[in-house]
Every structure is written in C-alpha cells, then in structure tokens.
C-alpha cells in the first residue's frame, strides 16, 4: 500500500519562530489532508490539499503531487499550536481507507 | 452547521456490557466511518458506509458492528465489550458533490469518544 511519511518526527519551537513539517508518499495521492491533533485529542481539519497552496492565516500547505511530497509551514507559532500533526492519505474513488502518517509531535514554548 | 457530532464524549464499561455509539453529521455526506484511535498511534478504520443502508468492513471490525439507516447516522455497537476495547473513537464523513459538480473527499472528523473498558 501507500507509505506516508513524515519529518520530524519531534519539534520544538520558541514561541514566534517558524517551522516547516515535511510528507513524503511513496505512490501518486490524488487526496491529501492535514491535521492537527490538539493535546484534547481534537482532530482539526487544516487543509485539504490534493495539490497546490492554500493559506490559512498562519498557516499555509503546498502539495507537489508529481514530486509526491507535501509541505506545512507554520509562520509565527504560538503555543496553540502544540500538539501532533498529521499527513493523511485520503480515501477517493474506490479506496475507502485512510493512509496516516506518524505524525509530527510540536512543543511550542513560551 | 454542527458539522460532525459523536455522543456520548465518556463512557466507562465494564467487561461483557453493550453499548451503542452515535455519530451525526449534517453536511449531507455519503460516506461515514468510525475509526479508533489508541496511545500513539494513527487511526484504525473499524467499518464504513458509502451510503445509507449500506456498510462494510474496515481493518479492525471484530467485535463491533454497525448501522445506517439514516444517511445523516452512523451507529458503532459494541455487543459484549471487552478491556481490549478501551480506546478513543473517531466519527468521521466525506464525500460531497459539490455546485460545480466536482467531487469533494475532504473527511470531516467528530470530537470523539473516550471509551474504558475495565
């Protein structure tokens, strides 16, 4: 099946600084998403990005579906911003599982 | 919209008890799912519905089953739980068809439910 993976696996980040969390896949994703679970264990929709960028405030997403990776950047993190986030693999036409990744877990300190 | 809402949020259980999980959506979606999701780990499909009336098997369906009879409804039953059980379930829906027509799979997650099965 489709592999997803993630780096880092860890990061820890001064409050304001910026980060980039990189996914690699390993075949052709026609849906991808991201996520961020927050330490409540809340699963936040942040993109749904089969390809391109898209912004959202501090946040933006930039998938290159020919070149299989994915990117997320966080501008200005706060420490909101903890927790673990998740590349995923969507289900599409005639798949109906989810492909995660493992995740990369972010500290934001003050 | 609520989007996607999972009742109840808590619940404890004692081994060989039942118990029905409700998930509800309102976004008019075909597909629903119910996942669980244990310590550090990502999300294991349970069983899934592509349409109203209709389920089918995920990866980890023992011990579990399922309905739909409504499209905006998607029940997780647990028949004789066991402390093997104890996790946090994971609603979730997608599939829209969109006002352009294009098909949309964004998947939409409810809050969960933090089951213990002692």
């Known amino acids: 099946g489709i592999q997803v993976e993630q780096s880092p696996p860890d990061l820890i980040l001064q409050e304001g600084a910026n980060s980039t969390l990189r996914c690699n896949f390993s075949?052709?994703?026609?849906?991808l998403q991201w996520f961020h679970q927050n330490p409540w264990g809340q699963l936040i929709n942040l993109f749904y990005?089969?390809?391109g960028t898209k912004q959202n405030g501090r946040l933006s997403a930039t998938t290159v579906a020919t070149e299989r990776y994915s990117l997320l950047y966080i501008s200005s993190s706060q420490t909101t911003d903890s927790g673990v986030y998740f590349c995923?693999?969507?289900?599409?036409?005639?798949?109906?599982?989810?492909?995660f990744g493992k995740g990369t877990k972010l500290s934001v300190i003050p | 919209n609520a989007g996607v809402t999972q009742t109840p949020k808590f619940r404890v259980l004692k081994t060989g008890q039942s118990m029905t999980l409700l998930c509800a959506q309102d976004?008019?979606?075909?597909?629903m799912y119910w996942y669980r999701q244990d310590p550090g780990m990502g999300l294991r499909l349970i069983h899934y519905?592509?349409?109203?009336?209709?389920?089918a098997k995920g990866e980890v369906p023992d011990g579990y089953n399922v309905s739909r009879l409504k499209k905006q409804n998607f029940l997780l039953g647990l028949e004789s739980a066991a402390p093997s059980q104890t996790s946090v379930y994971f609603c979730?829906?997608?599939?829209?068809?969109?006002?352009?027509?294009?098909?949309?799979?964004?998947?939409?997650f409810g809050p969960g439910t933090r089951l213990t099965v002692t």
């Open positions: 979730a829906s997608s599939l829209t068809r969109e006002a352009s027509l294009a098909l949309s799979y964004e998947q939409y």
């Open positions: 075949d052709s994703v026609n849906n």
């Open positions: 990005i089969p390809s």
């Open positions: 995923v693999r969507t289900p599409g036409a005639g798949s109906y599982q989810l492909t």
């Open positions: 976004m008019n979606h075909e597909y």
């Open positions: 519905s592509v349409g109203e009336g209709t389920t």
